[in-house]
């Protein structure tokens, strides 16, 4: 009997067991004989192309056959979660942001959702920056799933998709752009609704990608489906039944390509997603290529949702009535292509007194939410993304936990690994679509 995450071990009549203490590299090494034991101590990673990021692996290998596996993390702690304890709500968006860095949408809302919920401002949330919370969110899982596909494909060896994933992808930023000004790490979903509305000509580049983007997914799958390589590379790879994802909280495409359809969107909806039509993919057998079916399915599935959303932008505000939690975002860009224009600073400084002060207290000061502590869960790209949120009634969080779904997914590394070649470690890990910077932050 084992355990993936060793440190020391002891003996039974079952043979050498391992038990998690936490011990570091020369402890693990310190228990294998390098001259008459035919198992090696090695590291893999952290590093592209390899651990699909800066993740650390501990692999015990005999041959090339891995006995054991270790996951380490923490290489790219932020303390993201601390810094928002000293910052007020609303500044909190501009750090959750840069936690899954590839899909910063969803980090936003799901702070959003949690401080609404906090505030009793759910049902306030207006129509318009709903839709537009759902189309950005969309629109950033196919990002995401496309930074997936061509991470993956390098990291076996199909170096081509690596260029046409990015190439796409490098459109939705350019959409991002246009919408928030910024290309990543936006702090653009805040509490409240959205800092500004979707400009007419971002509607116009939406539409555009939506027509082109089914011709490039049947360039990938040309490119990869019928490439015996990938197959090989991919088919009955680090297999992880719906058992074993369960047992582990392994959510997100990883679960649904082992057969079950649990999408929050569909079991726990939210920002009206009950509302729309779409489906959730999913595959029977649980390895690498069914996780690479899944997500490419996804991708249609999200590009149904964007072109709903669309369909559905009605004119109105894209943030709550309530001025005392309204962040301003009803601001034009000033002549710099930044910042306010100069009607909104000659309003609040030279016509308005209540507008200059409520602007200065909520950038300086913010608001107020009520004591007590919620959970808020959304479907992200990789999975079950939970806020849990506490507030003592001041005017920053007492606390914020997030539950991160590469974080979690981690943990049915050793369990794809272990038995299995150590060309496969990289399959199945890069199958897991980990994102460090949510893992660690």
């Known amino acids: 009997m084992t355990t993936s995450n060793y440190a020391s071990e002891h003996e039974t009549d079952e043979g050498r067991v391992f038990t998690v203490t936490g011990g570091d590299w020369d402890t693990i090494v310190s228990g294998t004989d390098p001259i008459n034991d035919e198992r090696i101590v090695v590291n893999m990673g952290p590093q592209h192309p390899s651990t699909h990021g800066v993740l650390r692996l501990i692999l015990e290998l005999e041959g090339e056959t891995v006995r054991e596996a270790r996951s380490v993390v923490g290489y790219l702690h932020t303390g993201i979660e601390k810094n928002l304890e000293y910052r007020n709500w609303v500044q909190g968006s501009t750090f959750v942001t840069r936690m899954d860095y590839l899909a910063p949408i969803f980090n936003e809302t799901a702070y959003a959702l949690a401080v609404e919920k906090l505030l009793g401002i759910t049902d306030d949330i207006t129509e318009r920056a709903t839709t537009i919370r759902v189309l950005m969110m969309e629109l950033n899982r196919i990002s995401s799933h496309l930074v997936w596909l061509a991470t993956t494909g390098m990291e076996l060896g199909a170096i081509s998709i690596m260029l046409y994933g990015f190439r796409e992808r490098e459109y939705i930023l350019d959409i991002f752009e246009t919408i928030t000004g910024l290309r990543m790490n936006h702090a653009y979903v805040r509490p ?85 039509e779409f489906d959730v993919p999913t595959h029977p057998d649980g390895d690498v290529w069914g996780r690479y079916q899944v ?41 710099d292509g930044m910042g306010n224009s100069l009607e909104h600073v000659a309003k609040i400084m030279g016509q308005s007194m209540e507008s200059l002060i409520h602007h200065f207290k909520l950038v300086t000061e913010g608001f107020r939410v009520p004591p007590g502590q919620v959970y808020v869960a959304i479907e992200a790209p990789r999975g079950e993304l939970g806020v849990h949120a506490v507030s003592d009634g001041g005017t920053r969080p007492y606390r914020v936990h997030y539950r991160e779904p590469s974080f979690v997914n981690l943990q049915a590394l050793p369990a794809m690994a272990e038995g299995g070649l150590i060309a496969d470690v990289i399959a199945g890990g890069a199958s897991l679509d980990p994102v460090m910077g949510g893992c660690d932050r």
């Not at 082109?212 to 991919?234: A, C, F, H, V």
């Not at 669309?310 to 601001?331: E, N, S, Y």
């Open 192 to 276: 409240g609704g959205v800092a500004q509305d979707v400009p007419d000509d971002a509607v116009r580049k939406i539409r555009e990608f939506l027509k082109m983007m089914p011709k490039k997914l049947k360039e990938y799958e040309d490119l990869l489906s019928g490439q015996p390589i990938w197959t090989e590379r991919t088919k009955n790879v680090a297999v992880l039944d719906v058992t074993g994802c369960v047992a582990l909280g392994i959510t997100g495409p990883v679960l649904r390509s082992a057969g079950l359809a649990w999408d929050l969107r569909k079991t726990m909806p939210y920002c009206g997603y009950e509302t729309y």
């Open 295 to 335: 997500r490419l399915a996804e991708i249609r599935e999200s590009m149904k949702l964007v072109e709903q959303a669309l369909d559905r932008l009605k004119p109105g505000p894209v943030m709550v009535a309530d001025r005392k939690i309204a962040w301003p975002a009803q601001l034009a860009i000033g002549v």
